[in-house]
């Protein structure tokens, strides 16, 4: 996260030099060239580990990841006073909510007059 911070403030003083943060213009390009090659760097490492053989287990998501899903949900439910019948709303329900056009186009105002 820092490096891509150093990358667009090198980069902000590169195109705008009125813009001085890391002071002179050589030190701005050389931190703007370094942090370069390092996010460069970091993209190699993850495109590795998530193609290199016995890796891809360790990268990707896995159904067992999703099990604490569950207990947060009930419990900010039961927190907030939500139950499992007040929360359900059927289908029907939400499409008729966000399908209605005046939600989108809110109906014209009549032109003000210019007279007062």
Do not use: C
């Not at 820092?2 to 002179?24: C, E, K, M």
């Not at 193609?51 to 999703?66: C, Q, S, T, V, W």
């Not at 006073?81 to 056009?101: C, D, K, M, N």
Request: overall charge positive.
């Amino acid at each position: 996260m820092a490096d891509t911070v150093v990358l667009i403030l090198s980069g902000l003083q590169i195109h705008y030099p009125g813009f001085a943060v890391f002071g002179t213009m050589q030190t701005a390009r050389f931190l703007h060239l370094v942090s370069g090659y390092f996010f460069l760097f970091l993209g190699v490492l993850h495109v590795y580990f998530f193609f290199a053989p016995g890796k891809r287990k360790i990268a990707m998501p896995h159904l067992e990841d999703l099990s604490g899903i569950g207990p947060v949900r009930e419990g900010y439910g039961s927190a907030l006073g939500i139950t499992a019948e007040s929360a359900s709303v059927s289908l029907a329900r939400v499409y008729g909510f966000w399908s209605t056009p005046a939600r989108f186009f809110p109906a014209k105002r009549p032109a003000m007059s210019s007279r007062l």
